[in-house]
């Protein structure tokens, strides 16, 4: 059975930085694209950031210049660095993947961000 599960999440002050872990695990033969999200009580799961297989990365424009996404593809492992956090960024974080053709969603990380 394949499992996303994500990790990282914590609280943090306004420009502060976190950094989010997100591993598959599981009968895996191939990760395509990988991606995390965000969602805040009472709002649509947004984009926050995606990485291809073969590297290229898609950002929000909120967060352009502030996060990056990278991958580890040998530990099917996808991070979020995520600097200079602001309000707005308090949200749980999710974790997507496309393996082996079907779409996977981990469990959520928590991040609050504190004035």
């Known amino acids: 059975q394949v499992q996303l599960v994500e990790s990282g999440g914590d609280l943090v002050q306004v420009g502060g930085s976190l950094r989010l872990s997100c591993a598959g695990s599981?009968?895996?033969?191939?990760?395509?694209?990988m991606g995390w999200y965000r969602q805040v009580a009472g709002k649509q799961r947004e984009l926050v950031a995606t990485?291809?297989?073969?590297?290229?990365?898609n950002y929000a424009d909120s967060v352009k210049g502030r996060f990056t996404i990278s991958r580890d593809n040998a530990k099917n492992t996808v991070y979020l660095q995520m600097n200079n956090l602001k309000l707005e960024d308090a949200a749980v974080y999710y974790c997507?993947?496309?393996?082996?053709?079907?779409?996977?969603w981990g469990q959520g990380t928590q991040v609050t961000v504190s004035s």
């Open positions: 599981g009968s895996i033969a191939r990760i395509y694209t």
């Open positions: 997507k993947a496309v393996i082996d053709g079907r779409v996977y």
């Open positions: 990485i291809t297989s073969g590297g290229p990365t």
